[in-house]
């Protein structure tokens, strides 16, 4: 019996970040929010990651729910190998294989938690990231208004942040995907994220600090 190909399309999108191009897909490729490789050994729990790192140019993965946004070492330029990457993501999702091993994940995370003393819902952990179990009521009000006012549009960049905690007026933020070492990043910080805590929690922030994985 013949099996049959889901019709898949995939295109390129430039991200704001140079060194980071953007896969979309027009289906669902996981179901967790995102999640981050930051080389072949972390990308065990997903095929795809695993796949798009044999090329020697890849940095890191990241998978959001319709796109996965690759980061490049400069050793090559993007138009040099974007079709060959985009043919890659269309042909393994076509042939219907599996994006993300979710049960993979979830034990790779608790490995890493217990070694490293921390939590993770998905991806790479940071060795400063507050689970969300520990969040208290003022975290949990910084968390609600990254995801209502900056979370929808470094998605759209291909990017992520993450709450990793709150100390004596200081977040601490992880920024992902093409977020991360992004050049207009640091600006948009400064200018965008740090300006919206101050005004929706006045007197109580100092500042945004923001990390690379």
Known sequence: MESTQVPVSVYAEMTPNP??????????????????FRNIEEAQPSPL????FHFPFVKEVFISSNYVAISKFEIVEWEEVT???????RDFIAEGNTVLNESALKAQQEEASSEEGSEASTGYIHPEEKSEAEWDEFDKKIVS???????PAVTADGGNIKFLNHKEGI???LLQGACSGC?????TLKQGIEGMLKNFLPGQIKSVEAVNG
Not at 49 to 52: E, H, L, N, S, Y
């Open 19 to 36: 060194a980071v191009l953007k896969f979309v897909a027009n289906k669902k490729l996981v179901e967790v929010d995102s999640v981050e």
């Open 49 to 52: 990651a695993t796949r798009i």
């Open 83 to 89: 079709l060959e990457l985009r043919e890659l993501i």
């Open 145 to 151: 208004l990254l995801d209502e006012y900056v979370k």
């Open 171 to 173: 977040v601490s933020v």
């Open 183 to 187: 050049p207009s990043s640091t600006a």
